[in-house]
Structures are given as C-alpha cells and as structure tokens.
C-alpha cells in the first residue's frame, strides 16, 4: 500500500511549547486518524478525522483536514516531556478496513 | 477501550527455526485482524489481513508461505515466521479494529514483538 508523506520526520521542542506535525496521503479516505507510539511499543489511537470534518479538537490536540490538498495536520499545544514519542497518520477507506500509514515524526520534547 | 495482548514481546531464534507470533483481542471479538512489519525509525508496513474462518490477505510482496498467518477464533490470530533468517529480524506489530458505534474505524494495536534471528 503506498504510504503518506509526514514532515518533519523528526521534532524537537521544548516543553510548553506547541508541536505541528503534516501528513499528506494519495488516495481518497473515508477517515484518517493520527496515532503515537513510545519507542518499542505498540500504536496507541489518537484522534479520528472524518473526510468531511475540517478540524477537530481533543484535550491539547488538534487535527485539521483538508482533503482537496490531500492533508492533514497535528497540533500539541503546551507539550509535555510525555508527550515524546513518534506519531503517525493514517488512513482508511471503510469501515474496519485496514488503514495505509504515513512515515511518521519523532517528536522529541526536552524539559 | 479494547485491548489487544501480544505475545512474546521478545524473541531471539536461530536461523532456520521458526517462531509463533500470538496476538489476541482481550475483551471483545475481531473477526478481522492485521499483522504489521516495522524496521527501525520507519513506519508501520501492512503484511496481512488476518480473516477468522479463513484464509488470510496477503499484502503484494509479502510471502505467504514464509509468514503463516491462522485466525482459529474470534479472539486469537498467530502469525508463524517459518525458516526465520537474519533478514527477517524486525518489530511485528498486530492490530485489530475496535466494536461499536464510532469504534470500528479505530484499530487497537498489541505492544508488538521484536525478533531477532541469528
């Protein structure tokens, strides 16, 4: 499956600072979802954008799309040393389908 | 949430040999589950699609007879990596999609497996 594109591959902030990371896919979606996975771990779910949602907000997150551009982005607001970890965006095209993932950022946040 | 358990977490083998990968959904049944390859500081590459009662989805590349995959019930699929070499070294991570309204679209991963063959 042809993976998205995700910039920057790697992020480094200092805490209290916002994070933003972009997706860009290929095909078109009927969701897309970012997720976030600590080093040797598996993939915890994030958010869920729907194709015709625009924006959306959950706690310090929040994931903008705009699907005439075939994007997508991320916003941690006030981060947090936990917050260290890479994320990944990826999309479906059904209901339970299998998701195509992008190639991730690695967020790092220093105290 | 749903939570899927994977096991084993870490596993080293001679090469040659093979090794069962388990991954089941705790507390909710998934017909469908997925087994995915990830090499370091890269992103998650689909191998499989995993069918309970049938036979598993190959993604184009993958070799179906190298990467055996059984999904006996609606809890458990195995994932075997059969005649394991150096080359197939890497993070294996399974997944399975979420019940319920507005859980379907979501996917619950296992913590994954690491397999190093010497």
């Known amino acids: 499956s042809q993976q998205g594109e995700e910039d920057p591959q790697a992020l480094s902030i200092q805490e209290g600072e916002n994070a933003t990371m972009n997706c860009s896919y290929k095909t078109s979606i009927n969701n897309l979802q970012w997720y976030r996975q600590n080093s040797g771990r598996g993939l915890v779910h994030l958010i869920l954008?729907?194709?015709?949602?625009r924006e959306k907000h959950s706690g310090r997150l929040r994931v903008t799309l705009d699907t005439s551009k075939k994007s997508s982005s991320l916003l941690i607001t006030a981060s947090r040393a936990a917050d260290t970890a890479s994320y990944f965006c990826a999309t479906d095209t059904g209901t339970a389908s299998k998701l195509t993932f992008g190639t991730g950022t690695r967020l790092q946040v220093t105290l | 949430g749903a939570v899927v358990s994977q096991h084993p977490s870490w596993v080293i083998c001679k090469s040659g040999t093979s090794v069962k990968i388990e991954c089941r959904s705790l507390d909710f049944q998934a017909t469908t589950m997925f087994w995915y390859r990830q090499f370091p500081k890269q992103s998650l590459m689909l191998m499989a699609t995993s069918n309970e009662g049938s036979k598993a989805t190959y993604e184009q590349g993958v070799e179906k007879d190298k990467f055996l995959i059984n999904h006996a019930s609606l809890t458990l699929s195995t994932l075997t990596v059969t005649s394991a070499h150096p080359e197939d070294s890497s993070f294996y991570i399974c997944?399975?999609?979420?019940?319920?309204?507005?859980?379907?679209?979501?996917?619950?991963f296992g913590a994954g497996t690491r397999l190093s063959v010497l």
């Open positions: 997944s399975a999609p979420g019940r319920g309204a507005g859980a379907k679209n979501i996917q619950y």
């Open positions: 954008i729907r194709s015709n949602e």
